[in-house]
């Protein structure tokens, strides 16, 4: 059974940073890619981020401020979230795949406030 | 890099059927056939119901069908159930962003 377990949420100030750790389990997870998907509080879901065979791929939203990164001989992910803005608060997925996200984690909140 | 289009709300009655749209570009939605849909109920994650535009994964019902043509691709719930109550979305597979998702569509069952 494919399980995906987020941590390293929490309250941070705008400007701060956090990093989001993804542990998976139940599948061969360096054969996978690999998404972030947030969504704020009472909105739709947005695509923050994905991975492949090392290469990362981001949205204009949070391109320069987000990295993801992950180490396939432990099957975690990661997402390094700098210049936090308070826009940036959400519930934070992790998923299996791109666009077709077959598998997701149950998220961990991240809210950015002064 | 704007997100799909999406109805806000479509509400059917118990038996019926209803279809969601998703709206794209050429870019996106019209370009690839990488179209996804989820619903979520209330509280919880995201789940996948219709995967490459038309095909169902392991354990979703038949009731649940998709399509697409030219830019808008679209969800078929048919013979609607209580339990189909819920926030939809599309996701498509985009040139320029890799991923983008719908604005999202709540359904609700009378």
């Known amino acids: 059974e494919v399980q995906l377990l987020e941590s390293g949420g929490g309250l941070v100030q705008p400007g701060g940073s956090l990093r989001l750790s993804c542990a998976a389990s139940?599948?061969?997870?360096?054969?996978?890619?690999m998404s972030w998907v947030r969504q704020a509080p009472g909105k739709g879901l947005e695509w923050v981020s994905g991975i492949s065979a090392g290469r990362g791929f981001y949205p204009d939203s949070v391109k320069g401020r987000f990295t993801i990164s992950r180490d396939n001989s432990n099957n975690i992910l990661y997402l390094q979230m700098n210049s936090l803005r308070v826009e940036d608060t959400a519930i934070y997925y992790c998923?299996?795949?791109?666009?077709?996200?077959?598998?997701w984690g149950q998220g961990t909140l991240v809210t950015v406030s002064s | 890099q704007s997100a799909l289009t999406q109805s806000a709300s479509v509400t059917g009655s118990l038996g019926q059927s209803i279809t969601i749209s998703c709206t794209g570009t050429?870019?996106?939605?019209?370009?690839?056939?990488?179209v996804a849909w989820f619903q979520q109920q209330p509280g919880k994650v995201p789940k996948l119901m219709i995967y490459n535009v038309s095909n169902r994964p392991s354990g979703v019902s038949n009731r649940f069908s998709g399509s697409k043509s030219g830019n808008t691709a679209s969800l078929t719930i048919s013979g609607l159930q209580a339990e189909d109550e819920a926030d939809y979305y599309c996701?498509?597979?985009?040139?320029?962003?890799?991923?983008?998702f719908g604005t999202g569509t709540r359904v609700a069952v009378l």
């Open positions: 998923a299996v795949g791109y666009s077709t996200s077959s598998a």
């Open positions: 050429s870019s996106d939605v019209g370009g690839y056939d990488y």
């Open positions: 996701s498509s597979y985009s040139r320029s962003t890799i991923v983008v």
């Open positions: 139940g599948f061969n997870f360096s054969t996978y890619s």
